[in-house]
């Protein structure tokens, strides 16, 4: 079983819908969840990070986790095409800065 | 605030060749990390530094590749010799206590090795 597993996609919405990309993680211990954007021959970026149960919002965009569920989710409200990217799930195991695990990601086509 | 700056953005070299990567963190960040990212995967981490010493260094090819920071400020990743399979993105990153341990990524080297 991989460490952190995300649909590889692509997952494709019209411009305006709700995108809604999952991740599920091995590690029940693990602590920090991130949600990182990359564009196609970029860097990854962060979006959101969320260190306890529920939702998080920051703009158009909401992370949700569920630990006993080792589940975290990322929302994104009126998609726009300009949100094309993979977006990748990294988990930290614990707060003390160790090791952080990617996912492979979750390519995501916004069609105008 | 400078971002993470890395050099050079790109190099072709050929197999048996050796080559070396730089980075330069975000000033303040005491942790350092080198990932490769082969095309369509995830970063994987190759090495991390808290200040000048190793966290882990675990999936680290320690016959072919090495890596140092010193001073804790820059670091340099070097591999040697090179494989067809070593072709990828090499991306530095940092990133300060304080803040979670969100990561910040410099633009990454792309690999080529024929």
């Known amino acids: 079983q991989k460490e952190v597993e995300q649909n590889s996609g692509p997952l494709s919405v019209p411009e305006g819908a709700i995108a809604s990309l999952n991740c599920t993680y091995s590690d029940r211990v693990s602590q920090s969840f991130f949600w990182y954007r990359q564009y196609s021959g970029k860097s990854p970026e962060l979006i959101m990070s969320?260190?306890?149960?529920g939702d998080k919002e920051d703009g158009r965009f909401t992370a949700q986790l569920n630990k006993a569920s080792q589940y975290v989710s990322l929302l994104i409200r009126d998609s726009q095409p300009s949100d094309s990217a993979t977006y990748l799930c990294?988990?930290?195991?614990?707060?003390?800065?160790?090791?952080?695990?990617f996912g492979a990601g979750t390519r995501l086509f916004v069609k105008a | 605030e400078a971002g993470v700056a890395q050099s050079p953005r790109y190099k072709i070299i050929e197999k048996r060749q050796s080559v070396a990567f730089w980075c330069n963190p975000i000033s303040g960040h005491a942790t350092l990390y080198w990932y490769q990212q082969i095309l369509g995967q995830g970063p994987k981490l190759l090495i991390q530094f808290q200040n000048n010493g190793v966290v882990d260094d675990s999936q680290l090819p320690k016959d072919r590749f090495s890596a140092e920071r010193l001073k804790g400020v820059d670091s340099t990743l070097k591999i040697q010799p090179a494989k067809l399979e070593d072709s990828a993105v090499y991306l530095c990153?940092?990133?300060?206590?304080?803040?979670?341990?969100?990561?910040?990524f410099g633009p990454g080297t792309r690999l080529t090795v024929t």
């Open positions: 969320i260190y306890s149960n």
């Open positions: 990153a940092s990133s300060f206590p304080g803040q979670g341990y969100v990561q910040y």
């Open positions: 990294a988990v930290n195991p614990r707060t003390g800065g160790f090791k952080t695990i």
